[in-house]
């Protein structure tokens, strides 16, 4: 959220910002099911509001969509769909 943005700007970084103001929720998708996220990124982001998955929506040998995955999977949160349903529609 565009007000929870870092103070320090890492040297080699990149990431999704929503401008909306925070609302304490965080996300991390792994299409391969591979929960949970890694340590480094729950002390970076925080474990309190961090909702993952737990299911497999790609296998390794299927195309690389991942990317794309993610894509729509903001797309769906943008509509004010909850994480649960998102996943549910994949």
């Given at each position: ?43 970076y982001l925080g474990s309190e509001n961090l909702f993952y998955n737990y299911e497999r929506v790609q296998n ?31």
């Open positions: 959220m565009k007000d929870a943005l870092p103070q320090k700007i890492n040297k080699i970084e990149c990431g999704i910002i929503n401008s909306d103001e925070n609302n304490d929720k965080k996300y991390y998708f792994d299409s391969y099911g591979n929960a949970p996220p890694p340590q480094q990124l729950v002390k390794y040998n299927d195309p690389p969509i991942c990317g794309h995955l993610c894509l729509i999977i903001l797309e769906k949160l943008s509509k004010s769909k909850n994480y649960e349903e998102v996943l549910k529609e994949l």
